[in-house]
């Protein structure tokens, strides 16, 4: 997997479906992409620390370390690997790469090509009507920065993204910065991911996080792994799916894809699995229709209820009913009426398949769930999460060991970005609690989220857009329209590591503030700075470059984030951006007071593997306005899908993350040399009168006139399941229509969107 600076050519291969994931193969290609970006000796120095007690936190998944005495030497993953060499990389982008391309010369490369130039090394401005970047120093890059936001006729035209792999203590200076100058505009990657997650749980449970821990997932009866493709987007899940299974544990695995990593694990740090078959991770798959997942937990509900009704006192949980929970009784008499024909016909399973899983349901004691975004990205992913979280409960599966909600993140820190406060929708009681520590009131009323940030740039009422990671161009929907929305700011700035699309679809005047990556090490006024992440599951523990900077320019995260404050709000002693800056455990001292569970923070994150937020679900407390969980109803309803239409899904190869792709190949489903591809099922291609390999472009359907087309897409005749499609984002992400959403958390439908297969207009 050589990745040269220049696009490799379109050459699309197809062999079958792996039947298993990782392995020795696994392995060769994450060393072979890394010593292409760097050195032996950095790629070695990066995988010797990365996941180990002092070390890097892997910028990749949100996926959970061992307790530190059971971590593996090499406790990361194929990808993993991949992507802290992809930071780590010897390339440079300087000041000379930018006099030489002008910015709509790479507005025309393609993703691959941004992200593989190297890391970005001084902070580069292109003013008004200008066609190139140029340097810029920092104080007058800050300087021009807050001018432009002070300008603003009021706060909440500014705009203030935050990615997932911003670690806490910026992350929790960045929501200061935004609210002390007066709005909760702060939109972030999680808007377009997890929220429906937030808001599923956030309602029932009273906490929008997961529940569980590892030690939880190993012990567990039954895991369900919904909407999910853990072998390349959380491969280490496999390694503790596959202990599951030396327990005595069962895995079912439900998608509209037979995901390779769902299917058979080989274990690459292990000679049994570099060497062996492998372990079989899923005993049962169920191949369900997209959007099914509703209808398949309220078949399990119905069935629950009737088994109750047939050997009363024997299925039900009900002391947990009773004690810790309201609803139950609405919830029964509705969910006795979901129609077997209306799940039938969603879910596209049999009646035996839903059957057996039933069966393996009742042999079990704890059960956890695992979701990600085949359920968040649907239009009813909220009411998907509550009926999820009504089957747990039925059976008294919230809060006990083995048992439990597990909503697997995707970014690093993506969750503890929000724990510091990085959400437009902060409870009073977290504002409230800020405002007291810095002496001043935060604004009350809600910010935008992503979609009503790039509403509010269309429509003239943002002006200023600061990303701190990320590539908001790029990640959001309905790309035409969010790009014109972007070009409407009157400034746009990015902290990064590495160019990307954001850099070069930009407001009249723009900025890219280089940072420092995970990987490299940060010297501050008092000494070496580590900073710390939260994963899924609540851990938070510190992370530590190891690395020298990728150039002298770069200033870490919260130093451009206290630097722009200074610039913004001037010196006020009631906070002290300087020492902030100068020592990161001063601003954790400051979250142990305002964030809850943070108490005694530097102390506790001091502790090799670092220390777990409480989650109160788990001692029986449910922070809900009854102070009990709640049982909720959850009307029936499916995608429709007209005749001659396909619902498609935008999702990720293994050769990517995210926005940014490594490599143009997704090894596990048998795709190599290419990313415009539709992975279609053979019956519907027949039905459509199309055949493999035909070239298409992807419509969407949407009922507000726009056309929104996506040209040029080879069909792959593939096992998705009838009546959906799949291809990779961002390169559908034109195709997502802005107001397509779902229901309640307002992410977009990135796993629904209707689309009409044409022949391509693309003659190349
Ligand atoms: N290597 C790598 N790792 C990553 C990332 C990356 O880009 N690359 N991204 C990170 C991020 S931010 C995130 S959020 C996570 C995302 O992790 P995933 O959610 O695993 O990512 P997707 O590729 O979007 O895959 C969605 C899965 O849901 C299935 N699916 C789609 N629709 C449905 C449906 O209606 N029902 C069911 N049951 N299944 C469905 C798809 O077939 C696919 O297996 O990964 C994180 N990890
Ligand atoms: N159609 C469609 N759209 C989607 C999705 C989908 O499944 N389908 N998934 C959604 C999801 S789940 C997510 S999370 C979003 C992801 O959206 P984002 O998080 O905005 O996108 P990324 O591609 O992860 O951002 C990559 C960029 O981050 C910068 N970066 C990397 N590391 C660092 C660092 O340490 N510091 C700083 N400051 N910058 C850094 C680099 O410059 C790099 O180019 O996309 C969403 N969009
Ligand atoms: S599973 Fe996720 S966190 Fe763990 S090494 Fe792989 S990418 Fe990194
Ligand atoms: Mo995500």
């Not at 999910?228 to 327990?247: D, I, Y």
């Not at 809850?596 to 923070?601: K, S, V």
């Not at 069909?715 to 229901?743: F, I, K, M, Q």
Request: aromatic fraction near 6%.
């Amino acid at each position: 997997m050589s990745s040269s600076i220049e696009d490799p050519t379109d050459d699309l291969k197809v062999t079958p479906p792996k039947t298993w994931a990782t392995g020795l193969p696994a392995v060769t290609h994450a060393l072979e992409y890394s010593l292409d970006q760097t050195s032996p000796r950095r790629t070695a120095l990066t995988l010797l620390n990365i996941n180990q007690p002092q070390g890097i936190d892997c910028p990749g998944c949100a996926w959970p370390e061992p307790a530190p005495g059971k971590r593996h030497k090499n406790e990361y993953c194929e990808n993993g690997a991949k992507h802290i060499n992809d930071e780590a990389t010897s390339r440079r982008v300087t000041r000379e790469f930018f006099r030489e391309h002008t910015i709509a010369e790479l507005d025309g490369k393609s993703d691959y090509w941004l992200n593989q130039q190297g890391r970005l090394t001084e902070p580069m401005v292109k003013r008004p009507g200008a066609t190139h970047y140029e340097p810029i120093g920092w104080d007058e890059a800050l300087g021009l920065l807050a001018d432009e936001l002070k300008r603003l006729d009021s706060p909440d035209e500014a705009l203030f993204y935050v990615s997932g792999r911003l670690n806490n203590e910026a992350a929790f200076l960045l929501q200061l910065l935004a609210r002390a100058f007066g709005t909760n505009n702060l939109p972030d990657c999680s808007n377009m991911c997890h929220e429906s997650s937030g808001f599923g749980l956030g309602e029932t449970l009273g906490i929008g996080k997961g529940s569980v821990s590892l030690d939880d997932i190993h012990d567990s009866d039954l895991i369900f792994v919904v909407g999910q493709n853990p072998g390349t987007n959380h491969p280490r899940m496999l390694s503790a799916l596959e202990e599951t299974k030396r327990n005595g544990g069962q895995v079912v695995a439900v998608n509209t894809l037979p995901e390779a990593g769902l299917m058979r694990f080989k274990h690459p740090q292990k000679a049994r699995g570099i060497l062996g078959r492998g372990t079989a991770i899923a005993d049962q798959f169920l191949h369900i229709r997209a959007g099914g997942d509703l209808a398949l937990f309220q078949a399990l509900n119905r069935l629950l209820l009737e088994a109750e009704d047939t050997a009363p006192g024997t299925i039900l949980d009900h002391e947990f009913i009773r004690t810790r929970t309201t609803g139950f009784a609405d919830f029964a008499e509705h969910a006795r009426k979901v129609a077997w024909d209306d799940i039938l016909a969603a879910t596209g399973l049999d009646r035996g398949e839903i059957q057996a899983l039933f069966e393996r349901v009742l042999a079990s004691r704890k059960i956890i769930v695992c979701w990600a975004m085949g359920v968040t990205q649907h239009k009813h992913g909220v009411p998907t999460i509550r009926e999820i979280v009504n089957f747990l409960m039925a059976r008294g599966n919230i809060g006990r060991p083995g048992a439990g909600v597990c909503p697997v993140r995707g970014h690093s820190n993506v969750q503890g970005d929000r724990t510091m406060g990085v959400w437009e929708q902060m409870p009073q009681s977290f504002l409230d609690a800020l405002g007291r520590e810095f002496g001043f009131t935060p604004p009350a009323h809600h910010g935008l989220d992503a979609v009503n940030s790039i509403r509010a740039m269309h429509e003239g009422r943002a002006k200023v857009f600061l990303g701190v990671a990320g590539n908001f161009v790029r990640a959001t929907p309905d790309s035409e329209l969010t790009e014109e929305a972007m070009r409407r700011c009157r400034l746009t700035a990015h902290v990064s590591t590495k160019l990307n699309r954001s850099h070069t679809v930009c407001g009249e005047t723009a900025l890219i503030l280089p940072t420092l990556g995970r990987s490299d090490r940060d010297v501050q006024a008092s000494g070496e700075q580590f900073v710390t992440v939260e994963d899924s599951m609540s851990e938070v523990h510190a992370s530590r470059g190891k690395l020298p900077p990728a150039s002298p320019h770069l200033l870490s995260e919260v130093a451009i984030v206290a630097r722009l404050a200074r610039a913004v709000l001037g010196d006020e002693p009631s906070v002290p951006w300087e020492e902030f800056e100068a020592d990161y455990a001063t601003i954790r001292d400051r979250i142990s007071r305002v964030v809850p569970g943070f108490e005694d923070f530097n102390a506790r994150v001091a502790v090799p593997g670092g220390f777990t937020l409480p989650n109160p679900v788990n001692h029986g407390v449910f922070p809900t306005p009854s102070g009990k969980a709640v049982f909720t109803c959850n009307d029936f309803t499916m995608p429709e899908i007209p005749k001659g239409h396909l619902l498609l899904q935008t999702l990720r190869s293994h050769d990517q993350w995210n926005t940014i792709w490594y490599a143009p190949n997704d090894r596990y489903r048998g795709i190599h040399n290419a990313r415009r591809v539709v992975l279609v099922n053979p019956e519907d291609l027949a039905e459509l009168g199309l055949a493999d390999r035909d070239l298409v472009d992807l419509v969407s359907v949407w009922h507000d006139g726009r056309e929104r087309r996506a040209e040029g897409f080879k069909v792959v005749s593939y096992p998705s399941s009838r009546g959906s499609a799949a291809a990779y984002y961002p390169e559908t992400n034109v195709l997502v229509p802005l107001d397509s959403v779902a229901d309640i958390s307002n992410c977009p439908t990135s796993k629904g969107v209707l689309v009409r297969l044409e022949p391509s207009r693309d003659t190349a």
